[in-house]
């Protein structure tokens, strides 16, 4: 099982982008999340940053990644 919050989110409605959804987080079984993504953009974008979690800054780490689409994905926010 995993929890994470997404930094921006978007409902998709009758194929096009629609309104941005506020405080997004996501939560589901790994594996069956991963067999339900049906659509990876070509958009990818990574920037390089820092982990401070447990006092490990300036741990070098990446974020990034395509655009994906996720059916039946448990989303949270407003």
Not at 16 to 23: L, Q, R
Not at 26 to 40: E, K, R
């Amino acid at each position: 099982m995993f929890t994470f919050a997404a930094a921006e989110g978007y409902m998709i409605r009758d194929g096009k982008i629609a309104e941005p959804v506020s405080d997004v987080t996501l939560s589901g079984n790994v594996f069956q999340t991963l067999q339900d993504i049906d659509a990876i953009s070509s958009d990818t974008l990574y920037t390089n940053g820092g982990c401070g979690k447990g006092g490990q800054m300036p741990l070098p780490v990446s974020v990034g990644g395509p655009h994906i689409r996720i059916r039946n994905v448990v989303v949270g926010g407003r």
